[in-house]
T-cell receptor, first 114, second 114 residues
Framework: EAGVAQSPRYKIIEKRQSVAFWCNPI?????LYWYQQILGQGPKLLIQ????????DSQLPKDRFSAERLKGVDSTLKIQPAKLEDSAVYLC????????????FGQGTRLTVV | GESVGLHLPTLSVQEGDNSIINCAYS??????FIWYKQESGKGPQFIIDIRSNMDKRQGQRVTVLLNKTVKHLSLQIAATQPGDSAVYFC?????????????FGKGTKLSVKP
């Protein structure tokens, strides 16, 4: 089966600019996650969707980050305006259900803010 | 802080030797744990999982041990190969404020010497 698809693979922007990332989860997976992975650290959850509803966005910096999954399939993560400390890899993952099931990860989008 | 952590940030082993990667977790309510392997430039890849009603689970060349008494998890890799070189993360399903999402530790970098 096809894996989790993310685009773009790389993005370089200046601080205060806006950027958007796209994720297409594995077909049939109800749960979708966005993680932020800063260099040398483990992934940190930003937001979790169950179908098109938000399950957990407690660690999403809502003043600048937003995410949506309008039709319960694809999702976009936006940063506006970006800061230098947003430089990281943004990983999307999906799983069949939300609890106690394996999450499959995409290759991520590497964002560099200069 | 993170509820899942690792004892050693780096581990160097000789090809053919066995590797043991350790992980401590703090949330005694967690009941599902996963080990992920992350190669450079890629997203985390599932290796093996274990539920809290088990203390050992074996896969192909890998074994995960769970000690709930001391909240410790380990990943054993038999006959380590150069292709095993990567960063390994343990992750737990968190509950309470982080219902049903994966919480990652900082990772252990495994280097295999030929």
């Amino acid at each position: 089966e096809a894996g989790v698809a993310q685009s773009p693979r790389y993005k370089i922007i200046e601080k205060r600019q806006s950027v958007a990332f796209w994720c297409n989860p594995i077909s049939g997976h109800a749960t979708l996650y966005w993680y932020q992975q800063i260099l040398g650290q483990g992934p940190k959850l930003l937001i979790q969707f169950q179908n098109n509803g938000v399950v957990d966005d407690s660690q999403l910096p809502k003043d600048r980050f937003s995410a949506e999954r309008l039709k319960g399939v694809d999702s976009t993560l936006k940063i506006q305006p970006a800061k230098l400390e947003d430089s990281a890899v943004y990983l999307c993952a999906s799983s069949l259900m939300d609890l106690n099931t394996e999450a499959f990860f995409g290759q991520g989008t590497r964002l560099t803010v200069v | 802080g993170e509820s899942v952590g690792l004892h050693l940030p780096t581990l160097s082993v000789q090809e053919g030797d066995n590797s043991i990667i350790n992980c401590a977790y703090s949330n005694s309510a967690s009941d599902y744990f996963i080990w992920y392997k992350q190669e450079s430039g890629k997203g985390p890849q599932f290796i093996i999982d274990i539920r809290s009603n088990m203390d050992k689970r074996q896969g192909q060349r890998v074994t995960v041990l769970l000690n709930k008494t001391v909240k410790h998890l380990s990943l054993q890799i038999a006959a380590t190969q150069p292709g095993d070189s990567a960063v390994y993360f343990c992750a737990e399903i968190g509950y309470g404020g982080s219902q049903g999402n994966l919480i990652f530790g900082k990772g252990t970098k495994l280097s295999v010497k030929p």
